[in-house]
Every structure is written in C-alpha cells, then in structure tokens.
C-alpha cells in the first residue's frame, strides 16, 4: 500500500539524526503496545487498528515523533524459515497508521512476546544467540522481513532485540567453550576467558543479523536495545552480564541503544536518591557515547504512583519529576528518548503498571503533561553538547568477573563529579 503521508527516511551521522533534507530529527516517543491486551502485551494477535489509530493521534498530539514496537516469533515467524504473511499484513498496516500520524516507527526483532514457537524450543534448544541452527533461521527472518519494507522510509530503524543477552550455559555454548563453563563467582578459573567467549558470541550475533539486513535494506539504519548490565558498572552478579560490550558491537551498527530504570533503594523521590541513579546513568552512556555514533536511551521509566510490596509508593508527579530529569540531564549526551510504555498496563506483572503517559483509560497524567512540554525542547537536542570526566576508567574485565570492581568504580566516579 503506498503511503498516504510519507515521511523522509532518517540517516545517521556522527552529530546525530537528519531527515533526508537533512532536518534535525530527535526521536521522541513511546515502547509502544495498549493495555487490555495480556502480559506481555499480544500486540500482533490483538492487534485493533481503530485504537492504534487513536493513540498514534493522541501520541502526535502530544509532541511524539517514534514508536518502537515487538515483533514476535508467534506473529512473524512461527514455522522456521517462513514469515507469515498475516503478521506482515498487520505490520504493513501498522507502518501504514503510523505514516498517517507523522510517526516513526522503530521495530524490535522477533522476541518471546506472543511465545516462542516449538521449532526455538525445541529443534534449537531454546539457545536464540549460538545455536547454529536458529542463527540462520534469524538471518533469513531478517533478510525476508528487511526486504519487504526496504522502500518504507517511516520505519526509522531495526532493533535486532529487546535487551540480549548471552546466556549462561547452553549445549551450544559448551560445544564453543569445550565442556562444562566455569562456576560464575568471582576468582573461579577460566571466568574472564568465558565472558570473553560470551562476548564473541554477542558480536557474531549482531554481525550476521547487521549483514542480512544490509544485504536488502542498506538505507536502514540498525541498532540493538541494550540492557544496563550490558555495562559493568553494576552487575547483580558476574552471570547477568549480558555480553554486548559496546566496543565491539558499535562497529557493527550506525548507532546505539541502552535501556535505563533507577534501581532500589532509590525508588522514592529525594534528590540524594535520584542523584545517585543519574551518576549511575551517567557511567552507562560514558561507555557508549565514545563511538562517534548517535545514542538513543530507547527505554527508561519509573513506576509513577501507587505501591508495590518491595519499593515505597511514589506519586504521578514523582513519575514526571525522574523522567523529566532523566531527559533534561542526559540531553547533550543522549539524542532521543523512548518512554517505556504509552499507557499505563494494569496487567502487568511489573512496573508497567505504572509507567505509561496515560492512565488505562486514556486520562493525561502528570507526566504525559511533562512529556508534552518536553517534545519541544528536545527537538534542539545536540548529540555531543556535553561532557562527562575521562577518568576514572571502567576496568572492564575486572567489572565482568567480580561485581565488587563496579562499586569500587562507581565511588571512585561520584567522587569526581562535582
């Protein structure tokens, strides 16, 4: 279907985003999927355009430019090596409310959102990251899927996953390693030689996804969603590192991506507290910002109100307050923003409870009213404004095998900061 209100295709320089006339382009948006729909949210087996058309107006109205959406395996590829064509129909149709609206929209590789079919489970082992098998599966998803929408320049980039990671132990991993890997705590033999290896298979991942959709799609640009234990600076143990060091993956892409939430204790309100987090942010985009690459914080957010049995309740206007300190401080380092959610999802089995700019109803809460007053100011955003202190370094490899190097690195760092 030709697009009735085509946007400019997006590229990517070292100083950030430009339109094809080459505007200044921040994306500004939500992680986009609609409360009443399970969780995780079944955006594709519940997809309603009526209410996606709704909300794609409300989201312009209120400034958004970019919606990053899941693609499923359930939806998109449920027998291996073929796309179904009714979740392309339904992606092509969502391409084609988001060119109506003015939005972007930023798609998410095929991930567990709808189930996993029984071909990853069961012929792949479940292993999504060395299993020989799946990789070429996911190639040829890529290639098919990028070479479909090659000519649709509302789509602003692909995001090969939501927040990869390595995992510990697989029959794959052991085939890489040569048995059994070592015992994930600190001072274990053989522990910095396997998250090396855990580090390899992250970028072989990214290489061989990166080369199929170029193959087809070369104007597309392509990032991947990085979790924040992707940076070492605080890991709750040396297993949940996830493996993507940007050093080696930022080669591969035209820019890169780092999801970020404020962590306990820090869950209430009181500047020590948000201080803390922010120098904590502050650690992660030190290490992704140094590519001369454009970085996205493509998912960030805070519970916004109500209470959960682990953390102190929090009010809308703490929820407007964090996130737009988050933006505010992190503009000159950072050049967009994606809200984690529109609307807030009562089905939630976490803080998504709580994080959206509209309730479930579709009221305007504190923070939508914040979001909106922010749309206009990040559009100057200048990737590269501000600086952050060289020093301390990270000490990386002691970072991944003993999480007690991060907190001796992030005290050395909030002692430099003024």
Same mark, same amino acid.
């Given at each position: 279907?030709?697009?009735?209100?085509?946007?400019?295709?997006?590229?990517?320089?070292?100083?950030?985003?430009?339109?094809?006339?080459?505007?200044?382009?921040?994306?500004?948006?939500?992680?986009?999927?609609?409360?009443?729909?399970?969780?995780?949210?079944?955006?594709?087996?519940?997809?309603?355009?009526?209410?996606?058309?709704?909300?794609?107006?409300?989201?312009?109205?209120?400034?958004?430019?970019?919606?990053?959406?899941?693609?499923?395996?359930?939806?998109?590829?449920?027998?291996?090596?073929?796309?179904?064509?009714?979740?392309?129909?339904?992606?092509?149709?969502?391409?084609?409310?988001?060119?109506?609206?003015?939005?972007?929209?930023?798609?998410?590789?095929?991930?567990?959102?709808?189930?996993?079919?029984?071909?990853?489970?069961?012929?792949?082992?479940?292993?999504?990251?060395?299993?020989?098998?799946?990789?070429?599966?996911?190639?040829?998803?890529?290639?098919?899927?990028?070479?479909?929408?090659?000519?649709?320049?509302?789509?602003?980039?692909?995001?090969?996953?939501?927040?990869?990671?390595?995992?510990?132990?697989?029959?794959?991993?052991?085939?890489?390693?040569?048995?059994?890997?070592?015992?994930?705590?600190?001072?274990?033999?053989?522990?910095?030689?396997?998250?090396?290896?855990?580090?390899?298979?992250?970028?072989?991942?990214?290489?061989?996804?990166?080369?199929?959709?170029?193959?087809?799609?070369?104007? %597309? @640009?392509?990032?991947?969603?990085?979790?924040?234990?992707?940076?070492? =600076?605080? #890991?709750? &143990?040396?297993? *949940?590192? /996830?493996?993507?060091?940007?050093?080696?993956?930022?080669?591969?892409?035209?820019?890169?991506?780092?999801?970020?939430?404020?962590?306990?204790?820090?869950?209430?309100?009181?500047?020590?507290?948000?201080?803390?987090?922010?120098?904590?942010?502050?650690?992660?985009?030190?290490?992704?910002?140094?590519?001369?690459?454009?970085?996205?914080?493509?998912?960030?957010?805070?519970?916004?109100?109500?209470?959960?049995?682990?953390?102190?309740?929090?009010?809308?206007?703490?929820?407007?307050?964090?996130?737009?300190?988050?933006?505010?401080?992190?503009?000159?380092?950072?050049?967009?923003?994606?809200?984690?959610?529109?609307?807030?999802?009562?089905?939630?089995?976490?803080?998504?409870?709580?994080?959206?700019?509209? %309730? @479930?109803?579709?009221?305007?809460?504190?923070?939508?009213?914040?979001? =909106?007053? #922010?749309? &206009?100011?990040? *559009?100057? /955003?200048?990737?590269?404004?501000?600086?952050?202190?060289?020093?301390?370094?990270?000490?990386?490899?002691?970072?991944?095998?003993?999480?007690?190097?991060?907190?001796?690195?992030?005290?050395?760092?909030?002692?430099?900061?003024?």
């Amino acid at each position: 279907m030709t697009p009735t209100n085509a946007t400019s295709r997006i590229r990517v320089t070292s100083r950030g985003f430009h339109t094809g006339d080459d505007v200044p382009f921040v994306p500004f948006g939500v992680n986009y999927y609609r409360p009443g729909t399970g969780w995780a949210p079944k955006v594709w087996r519940q997809f309603d355009p009526d209410a996606t058309r709704d909300d794609f107006a409300r989201l312009r109205a209120l400034g958004a430019n970019c919606v990053r959406v899941f693609l499923t395996f359930d939806s998109f590829c449920p027998e291996m090596g073929q796309i179904d064509p009714v979740g392309l129909g339904k992606f092509e149709q969502f391409l084609d409310l988001a060119d109506e609206a003015g939005l972007y929209v930023h798609p998410t590789g095929p991930d567990h959102w709808e189930g996993l079919p029984v071909w990853i489970t069961q012929t792949c082992g479940g292993d999504r990251y060395a299993d020989e098998t799946f990789l070429q599966a996911l190639e040829a998803f890529w290639h098919d899927f990028a070479a479909r929408f090659a000519d649709r320049p509302t789509i602003f980039a692909y995001d090969l996953l939501n927040e990869p990671s390595v995992p510990w132990d697989t029959p794959a991993l052991q085939a890489l390693w040569g048995g059994p890997p070592p015992e994930p705590v600190p001072g274990a033999p053989g522990l910095l030689a396997y998250q090396h290896l855990r580090e390899q298979v992250a970028t072989t991942w990214t290489r061989r996804q990166v080369d199929a959709i170029r193959a087809v799609s070369p104007q %597309t @640009p392509i990032t991947v969603g990085l979790i924040q234990w992707s940076v070492p =600076a605080m #890991l709750p &143990s040396v297993r *949940a590192y /996830a493996a993507y060091r940007p050093a080696h993956i930022a080669p591969l892409l035209d820019f890169l991506e780092i999801h970020f939430y404020p962590l306990a204790p820090f869950l209430t309100y009181e500047p020590g507290q948000v201080d803390s987090n922010l120098l904590y942010l502050e650690t992660l985009l030190r290490e992704v910002i140094g590519f001369c690459k454009p970085v996205v914080i493509a998912e960030f957010g805070w519970y916004g109100g109500g209470s959960f049995s682990a953390h102190p309740p929090a009010s809308e206007e703490d929820q407007a307050a964090w996130c737009s300190t988050l933006v505010e401080h992190t503009a000159g380092l950072a050049c967009g923003w994606l809200n984690w959610g529109f609307r807030d999802q009562p089905e939630a089995r976490d803080v998504s409870v709580l994080t959206g700019l509209l %309730t @479930p109803q579709g009221d305007l809460k504190a923070w939508g009213r914040r979001f =909106a007053e #922010l749309a &206009s100011t990040v *559009a100057a /955003a200048h990737c590269g404004a501000k600086s952050l202190p060289e020093e301390p370094r990270l000490d990386w490899d002691a970072c991944i095998t003993d999480p007690e190097a991060g907190e001796a690195f992030r005290i050395a760092y909030a002692e430099r900061r003024p």
